[in-house]
């Protein structure tokens, strides 16, 4: 019996990569859950494994000594107590051997003799029969899953983060289940590629987003949408990026739409958008074929962030860039020609240059800008005080609309040639009375989202954007007609998706976007 039971032991434990103190734990519940089956759940027994006598699991009952008997199943009295051991007292716990297996039958009748009275129990006629062996493979059943559970728990707890690849078990409510590998991932429908289907066998790469517990078997839960994907695809792919040399510092995606990543490089040697791309695209082209044609826009990072908001908004082209640090404001002068590639398609383009940048996004034409200005020297012609040059001097600092007139602080006051609180006092009641921006660029707000997708509206809408409202458009027509209605959309930021932190180095600024179409 010893070698038998320890050797399934040992084989169990090796096979299920499971400690022998948890399954040693579960024969002994096992055996205590049937024995109370069988000699009553009231009784106080105890099951032990012997592994250094004959490796049985032994079964023993306790009873307290008392004086007034008041449960005879778990008290006994003095008198009882005493033949069985002389130096007994009251209080103590006496522990007395049952024998319930069938080979143990003449033993078992041996022990009755001595204190079957004292127990209330013949245990010679009392074994296991089949209820009671169900219960206690149950039991070892149920212990042995939750040990397996608990292995595969801090296997991968500290896994979340890593790329696993798997292949496609079956189908649950819209999810995936997914074999990474003896065990079982889900693949949420939240978490997969709209475009993207899957058919039982299919390979699957994915990035584990959490492991948690779900009951009694932990759940791992992997994605195909998140960007972290896309950074260890690129560690996976740019050994540069792996060993360091070159950083993603920023990552924004529209998931199996596109992509745009800025890069930077700590030595002045290595070319961090050339070492993604890699030869002839190749590196690049391997990460595009995982995540079935999604295209990828790789542009260097710079601590300037004129500079680094030019490279996010490419292939567009922009004239000039204003800023507001109190707003965290950027509007981009664009010329006409160059405004549609400057949104993208369905407002992709400055959605994505929005979170990787981190700041809120205008977009203007150069004929639009002109308008506006026209428009403002009209309006602010007609207040005592204010002449063309003053004129001319807002729109240099970038006030285009009465409406950014009225925002202006009086501490700013004495930095303006010709201005003072006076003359600020009749621009703003101006601005108010005229009621708001009358040539002001329409506006898209974003509602608050736990995923702070950046809102971008163009002429054919955007289905990827959460829920927005824009404004009515202008009423007058800047010279692209196609572009009337989606120039100078305000573009919501969200807070950049970081791969690694802020840089502390800065990547070539001159250099072109690189996209996996080049």
């Keep these: 019996m010893s070698d038998t039971l320890d050797k399934l032991i040992e084989q169990v434990s090796r096979e299920k990569r499971i400690e022998k103190e948890i399954l040693t734990q579960a024969l002994e519940e096992a055996i205590q859950k049937a024995a109370q089956r069988i000699f009553g759940e009231g009784r106080e027994l105890e099951a032990v494994y012997n592994s250094d006598g004959d490796g049985e699991i032994e079964l023993y009952q306790y009873m307290i000594v008392v004086e007034d008997v008041a449960d005879p199943?778990?008290?006994?009295?003095?008198?009882?107590?005493?033949?069985?051991?002389p130096e007994s007292e009251v209080g103590d716990e006496l522990g007395f051997r049952i024998y319930y297996r069938e080979e143990d039958r003449n033993q078992a009748r041996e022990e009755d003799k001595r204190y079957g009275d004292i127990l209330g129990v013949k245990t010679h006629l009392k074994t296991f029969g089949r209820i009671a062996a169900s219960v206690a493979k149950q039991v070892i059943f149920q212990k042995i899953r939750e040990a397996?559970?608990?292995?595969?728990?801090?296997?991968?707890?500290?896994?979340?983060?890593?790329?696993?690849?798997?292949?496609?078990?079956?189908?649950?409510r819209g999810a995936v289940v997914v074999d990474i590998g003896n065990v079982?991932?889900?693949?949420?429908?939240?978490?997969?590629?709209?475009k993207e289907s899957y058919r039982p066998g299919d390979r699957v790469q994915a990035v584990i987003i959490d492991v948690?517990?779900?009951?009694?078997?932990?759940?791992?839960?992997?994605?195909?949408?998140?960007?972290?994907?896309?950074?260890?695809l690129f560690e996976n792919e740019v050994p540069e990026i792996y060993e360091g040399i070159v950083r993603l510092v920023g990552i924004a995606r529209d998931a199996g739409e596109r992509t745009k990543i800025a890069v930077t490089s700590s030595d002045a040697d290595v070319d961090p958008v050339g070492a993604c791309v890699g030869?002839?695209?190749?590196?690049?082209?391997?990460?595009?074929?995982?995540?079935?044609?999604?295209?990828?826009?790789?542009?260097?990072?710079?601590s300037d962030l004129v500079t680094f908001v030019c490279n996010a908004i490419a292939p567009a082209e922009v004239s000039r860039v204003l800023l507001d640090e109190d707003k965290k404001l950027i509007e981009l002068i664009v010329p006409d020609d160059q405004l549609s590639l400057a949104i993208g398609k369905k407002g992709q383009n400055v959605r994505l240059a929005t979170r990787l940048v981190g700041w809120t996004i205008e977009i203007f034409t150069e004929s639009r800008i002109d308008e506006m200005k026209l428009a403002l020297k009209d309006q602010l012609s007609e207040i005592d005080g204010v002449d063309e040059s003053m004129v001319d001097y807002l729109l240099k600092l970038g006030y285009h609309s009465l409406e950014s007139l009225e925002e202006i602080d009086e501490d700013e006051i004495g930095m303006m040639p010709g201005f003072d609180r006076d003359v600020l006092a009749r621009v703003k009641v101006v601005a108010r009375e005229a009621g708001g921006p009358q040539v002001a660029p329409p506006e898209v707000e974003a509602t608050d989202d736990t995923d702070e997708t950046a809102v971008a509206e163009s002429t054919d809408g955007d289905e990827s954007s959460d829920s927005s409202e824009s404004s009515?458009?202008?009423?007058?027509?800047?010279?692209?007609?196609?572009a009337a209605e989606a120039v100078s959309k305000e573009v919501v930021a969200e807070g950049t998706e970081e791969a690694d932190g802020a840089p502390d180095s800065e990547g070539a600024a001159s250099e072109p976007v690189a996209s996996e179409d080049d």
């Design 73 to 85: 199943d778990k008290e006994m009295s003095l008198d009882k107590a005493v033949p069985y051991d």
């Design 184 to 194: 079982e991932a889900i693949l949420p429908r939240e978490e997969q590629i709209r």
């Design 279 to 302: 030869m002839k695209g190749s590196r690049v082209q391997s990460i595009v074929q995982e995540l079935r044609g999604e295209k990828i826009d790789i542009v260097p990072y710079s």
């Design 212 to 232: 948690r517990k779900s009951g009694k078997d932990p759940q791992i839960v992997i994605s195909r949408t998140s960007p972290l994907i896309i950074q260890r």
């Design 472 to 482: 009515e458009d202008s009423k007058e027509t800047p010279a692209p007609a196609e």
């Design 148 to 172: 397996e559970g608990k292995v595969v728990f801090d296997k991968y707890k500290d896994r979340v983060g890593e790329n696993v690849t798997g292949s496609v078990r079956r189908f649950e």
